[in-house]
Antibody, heavy 118, light 107 residues
Framework: EVQLVESGGGLVQPGGSLRLSCAAS????????MNWVRQAPGKGLEWVSY????????YYADSVKGRFTISRDNAKNSLYLQMNSLRAEDTAVYYC???????????WGQGTLVTVSS | AIQLTQSPSSLSASVGDRVTITCRAS??????LAWYQQKPGKAPKLLIY???SLESGVPSRFSGSGSGTDFTLTISSLQPEDFATYYC?????????FGGGTKVEIK
């Protein structure tokens, strides 16, 4: 059974940092492209970042470029999101999501809440 | 970035109704479109990919159509478990973008 489990969310002050993790199981993690997608409270879905299966290709949304860093450790079946210079508008539930071969996201984690507030 | 405009933003329907949700892209995206269902407090669930391909395990009452800039998600006979919010998403180019969502409520 495919499982994606996020962790690392919490309350952080504006300007602070947080590192999210996503533990994958039930599939060959190293063969799949992965993403982070977020959802602010009561709002819609916003794609945040993409990483290829090898980690060689990375994309970011303009809203997080220069502040967030996506990475993966295929030996540990894990995906990460390092978030720096956090702002109030980064407050959201953060989901990790696996890419189907065509770019749709076929499996999602349960999400981890990040709250940026003083 | 490619913008996706969903309509309507919300609708009220009864069990058994046929429901249609549209998604318009700001530029052509071929068939690089997916549809998701999201229930409160839950992660999104993939329903349709490649504009019209039904994801494994998704009931056949869900269908998708369209290509280029205009797309449709149809629920042929609305069931109680279908009351949720639906999102379209394009994967033709980065940044990946989502539509604003359509909330399907009980009439």
């Amino acid at each position: 059974e495919v499982q994606l489990v996020e962790s690392g969310g919490g309350l952080v002050q504006p300007g602070g940092s947080l590192r999210l993790s996503c533990a994958a199981s039930g599939f060959t993690f190293s063969s799949y492209e992965m993403n982070w997608v977020r959802q602010a409270p009561g709002k819609g879905l916003e794609w945040v970042s993409y990483i290829s299966s090898s980690g060689s290709t990375i994309y970011y949304a303009d809203s997080v470029k220069g502040r967030f860093t996506i990475s993966r450790d295929n030996a540990k079946n894990s995906l990460y999101l390092q978030m720096n210079s956090l702002r109030a508008e980064d407050t959201a539930v953060y989901y990790c999501a696996r890419d189907l071969w065509v770019g749709a996201k076929d499996y999602w984690g349960q999400g981890t809440l990040v709250t940026v507030s003083s | 970035a490619i913008q996706l405009t969903q309509s309507p933003s919300s609708l009220s329907a009864s069990v058994g109704d046929r429901v249609t949700i549209t998604c318009r892209a700001s530029q052509g995206i071929s068939s690089a479109l997916a549809w998701y269902q999201q229930k409160p407090g839950k992660a999104p669930k993939l329903l349709i990919y490649d504009a019209s391909s039904l994801e494994s395990g998704v009931p056949s009452r869900f269908s998708g159509s369209g290509s280029g800039t205009d797309f449709t998600l149809t629920i042929s006979s609305l069931q109680p478990e279908d009351f949720a919010t639906y999102y379209c998403q394009q994967f033709n180019s980065y940044p990946v973008t989502f539509g604003g969502g359509t909330k399907v409520e009980i009439k």
